[in-house]
């Protein structure tokens, strides 16, 4: 029940009581909500996603790359978290679970719920290792199954009961809904396993989504935007990772369909908090947008929204840094997030920055 269902449902009953005995009251007016927070770390090329509720409910899921271990156990520290309710293990690569073997042996891990695959790595071996050393519970949950954390539900779409050869495929997917608020995790699924959840009807729209596979083009299909619609979208991605991660197709597909990107590489973790009717975003930098290699210096560059700019008075557009964005006057400007919205918007490459 609502809190504000409660609240007049508790009204009623007092001025049916007040004709009886002058006795019940109200809750007091400032019943603060219930929060709900999902943070993507940043742990470098790797995914570890980090969702607590205010009234102490800790979901991890995976554990990023090897060393990933001190970022994860700090937060936990900073938040005054002691154990974990939860800990998905998406899928058994290295980039998922190389922090975990340290994170088990400091926290108490109330369950688990992987696959059920295996990986011939040391790094499993020593996640297996530490789970039969503290005996923590395992379900490979399957497509269907969900579970509450606090206020919240974890349904899981993914996988379903034959798991895909490819461990990436195997992914477990996951949607976190919390009143009218809804986050989709991908782990590393790629277009196969997205065309099946998208034919097997198993997606919704969500506000929030943790992009598949790090950006990779392999992933984040048309079809499958086109079904999910997030508003936001993270990217758990390392700095110049040797991958190309995220890949410009993906970029430029998100804002097509309307998204707002965010990526871990940039804005260092990222954090979601939701009372499960508003959500608002907060990164651990000061936002910026991703600057073009051969920027010029920075203090020339004017500052605007988006990366390419053209005037209402041309038909060429620029980067924001190109030296003839500044004779540009600023109420003639217009902003593209991507190339393609320039082009399409009928603007040609300027042959100076050539954008
Ligand atoms: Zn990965
Ligand atoms: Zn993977």
């Known amino acids: 029940m609502s809190a504000y269902r409660r609240r007049v449902l508790c009204c009623v009953l007092v001025v049916l009581l007040l004709s009886i005995v002058p006795i019940a009251a109200c809750p007091p007016e400032d019943e603060s909500p219930i929060l709900l927070s999902l943070t993507v770390l940043d742990v470098g090329q790797g995914d570890a996603i980090l969702i607590t ?4 409910y800790t979901m991890l899921v995976d554990g990023g790359p090897r060393g990933a271990s001190d970022v994860i156990l700090r937060v936990l520290r900073d938040n005054n978290i002691s154990m974990i309710d939860v800990l998905i293990v998406t899928h058994p690569d290295a980039d998922h679970i190389g922090g975990l073997p340290e994170v088990l042996q400091e926290i108490p891990v109330l369950r688990i719920v992987d696959t059920g695959l295996s990986a011939e790595s040391q790094i ?23 579970f509450a954390l606090g206020p919240a539900t974890v349904r899981v779409l993914w996988p379903g009961g034959d798991l895909p050869k490819r461990r990436n495929e195997s992914s477990i997917v996951v949607e976190l809904v919390y009143g009218e608020f809804s986050a989709l995790l991908t782990g590393d699924v790629e277009a196969e396993s997205e065309g099946t959840m998208v034919q097997l009807g198993l997606l919704s729209q969500v506000d929030a989504l943790k992009v598949a596979h790090h950006g990779s083009s392999t992933a984040t299909t048309a079809a499958f935007l086109d079904v999910v619609r997030p508003a936001i979208a993270i990217i758990s991605v390392g700095e110049g990772n040797r991958y190309g991660h995220p890949s410009d197709e993906v970029l430029s597909r998100l804002s097509s369909f309307g998204a707002e990107t965010y990526r871990t590489d940039f804005d260092g973790s990222v954090t979601l908090e939701t009372d499960g009717r508003t959500w608002r975003v907060d990164t651990e930098h000061p936002r910026v947008l991703p600057e073009p290699e051969h920027s010029s210096d920075p203090d020339t560059r004017p500052e605007m ?4 700019c053209g005037s209402k008075n041309s038909d060429v557009f620029h980067y924001t840094w190109c030296k003839h964005v500044e004779s540009i006057k600023p109420a003639n400007r217009r902003a ?3 190339r393609e919205d320039a082009i399409a918007a009928g603007y040609r490459p300027c042959t100076t920055c050539e954008p």
Do not use: L
């Not at 071996?125 to 969900?146: A, K, L, Q």
């Not at 929204?305 to 390419?308: D, I, L, N, Q, S």
């Open 336 to 338: 593209f997030s991507t």
């Open 53 to 56: 509720t205010s009234d102490d």
């Open 305 to 308: 929204e988006g990366v390419y």
């Open 124 to 146: 499993y071996d020593r996640y297996f290792s530490m789970i039969s050393t503290f005996s923590i519970p395992v379900s490979h949950d399957r497509t269907g199954s969900s």
